[in-house]
């Protein structure tokens, strides 16, 4: 589970720095990291969760 999220963290990231260098990709750097930040809290939440269960 913490690879798929890792990889969506990266991989939003890399949408962030592609919107921001290309002045027209704005939108896409707003999207990448609103997308980043929902990845990094169902993480933390899922992680919290299990935790709890032992």
Do not use: D, E, P, Y
């Amino acid at each position: 589970m913490w690879t798929v999220l890792l990889i969506l963290l990266v991989a939003w990231v890399i949408l962030s720095v592609v919107g921001f260098a290309f002045k027209g990709l704005l939108w896409l750097a707003i999207i990448g990291i609103v997308l980043f930040i929902g990845t990094a809290i169902f993480g933390a939440l899922r992680q919290r969760a299990r935790n709890k269960k032992r």
